[in-house]
C-alpha cells in the first residue's frame, strides 16, 4: 500500500496542520506497517511560479517547437500527478493564510488539472480515500466576528471532493494562534478541547482510510 502526503504550510516546525497530519499518517501505518510513504512538502520546495502557465502553453504547442522550458514544466505536472495516481490513499494538510489558499497550494492544484489524465469522463482518483487537515489561527465558526471569512475549506472541499471525486474526510481545527497572540488568552480553554477533538478526529479518519484501502 502506498501513502501520498502533501504539506503545505510555510512552516517546518511547529507546523499544526502538519502535527494533525502526523496523527492521520500513523493511523495508517498502524494498518499498514510495511506501506511505503511519499511527501511533498510545498512550504520548503514549493511548485515554480512559472510552472503552470508554462505547462498551459505547452499542450497548446506542438511537441517540436516546445522550448526546454515547457518540456520540464510538463514533466513536472506529470510528476505530480503520478504521486496522486499512484497512491492508495491521500493526505492533504494545509492551515488557512490570509482568508484564503496560499499561493503556493494552488499552483500545485493547477498544476494537477493540467495534466491530460485529469480530465477524463471517470477521474483516475474517484473513491480513492482521502484526508483534508486545515488549521485556522483564529474561529471562524457560526456566530463568530469572522463567520464566513475562511475561503480556503470551501475551495479545498470542492477541488478534492467535486472536481477530483476523492472520497474526502476532513479535519479542522481553530484558535492555534492561542497561546502566540496575548489577545487570545482568554480561549485557552476552548482552544485546548478544539485540538483534542481535532486530534481524536484525527485518528479516526486515518484508520478509516487505512481500513477503507485495506477492503478494496
Not at 480556503?152 to 479535519?171: C, F, G, Q
Amino acid at each position: 500500500m502506498q501513502l501520498f502526503r502533501l504539506d503545505a504550510s510555510i512552516r517546518t516546525e511547529g507546523s499544526h496542520s502538519s502535527q494533525i497530519a502526523d496523527i492521520v499518517q500513523q493511523e495508517w501505518c498502524d494498518v499498514h506497517p510495511d506501506g511505503r510513504i511519499v511527501t511533498r512538502h510545498l512550504g520548503s520546495d514549493p511548485i515554480p511560479a512559472t510552472a503552470w502557465p508554462l505547462a498551459v502553453n505547452a499542450t497548446y504547442t506542438p511537441p517540436e517547437q516546445r522550448t526546454n522550458e515547457q518540456v520540464e514544466a510538463l514533466a513536472l505536472v506529470a510528476k505530480l500527478t503520478d504521486e496522486l495516481l499512484d497512491a492508495d490513499a491521500v493526505i492533504v494538510a494545509a492551515p488557512l493564510y490570509n482568508f484564503g489558499v496560499s499561493q503556493h497550494l494552488k499552483a500545485w492544484v493547477d498544476m494537477i488539472i493540467a495534466d491530460p489524465r485529469m480530465s477524463a469522463e471517470v477521474g483516475p482518483l474517484e473513491g480513492k480515500p482521502a484526508v483534508l487537515v486545515t488549521a485556522r489561527g483564529g474561529a471562524y465558526g457560526p456566530g463568530t466576528p469572522r463567520e464566513g471569512w475562511d475561503h480556503a475549506t470551501p475551495w479545498m472541499r470542492r477541488i478534492l471532493a467535486d472536481v477530483w471525486k476523492l472520497d474526502l474526510r476532513v479535519v479542522e481545527t481553530e484558535f492555534t494562534l492561542v497561546g502566540v497572540n496575548p489577545a487570545l488568552d482568554e480561549f485557552q480553554v476552548l482552544a485546548a478541547d478544539m485540538r483534542k477533538a481535532a486530534e481524536t478526529e484525527a485518528r479516526e479518519h486515518g484508520r478509516a482510510i487505512a481500513l477503507s484501502e485495506a477492503a478494496a
